[in-house]
Nanobody, 121 residues
Framework: HVQLVESGGGSVQTGGSLRLSCSLT????????IGWFRQIGDKGREGVAV???????SYANDVKGRFTSSLDDAKTTLYLQMNNLKPEDTAVYYC????????????????WGQGTQVTVS
């Protein structure tokens, strides 16, 4: 089973940058789809940057051009580079992995990291 541990959150001023890291154990591209999500207040978690079963990254509209997700060559760390941060980006950020079977990612199997707080003021 995949295990995920986030790090890199913190407090930053508007316009600043942060890079989140998600340490991956048990991940392979052929068996998992991975991505970043966030939870703002008591709202539900929303997708921020997701790599689908075809390996294509997609971003939420409100982070396009500001956030970039990447995977290191060893496939052990997923990153989220966040630039030009805004107060509305304040949230708990999670990385998550869905089991992949063929060309389908199964959300019902989703595993979550513990989350890391990002505060923009």
């Amino acid at each position: 089973h995949v295990q995920l541990v986030e790090s890199g959150g913190g407090s930053v001023q508007t316009g600043g940058s942060l890079r989140l890291s998600c340490s991956l154990t048990g991940y392979t591209a052929s068996t998992y789809c991975i991505g970043w999500f966030r939870q703002i207040g008591d709202k539900g978690r929303e997708g921020v940057a997701v790599i689908d079963a075809q390996g294509i990254s997609s971003y939420a509209n409100d982070v396009k051009g500001r956030f970039t997700s990447s995977l290191d060559d060893a496939k052990t760390t997923l990153y989220l580079q966040m630039n030009n941060l805004k107060p509305e980006d304040t949230a708990v950020y999670y990385c998550a992995a869905d089991r992949r079977v063929g060309g389908i990612c199964y959300e019902s199997s989703r595993a979550w990291g513990q989350g890391t707080q990002v505060t923009v003021s």
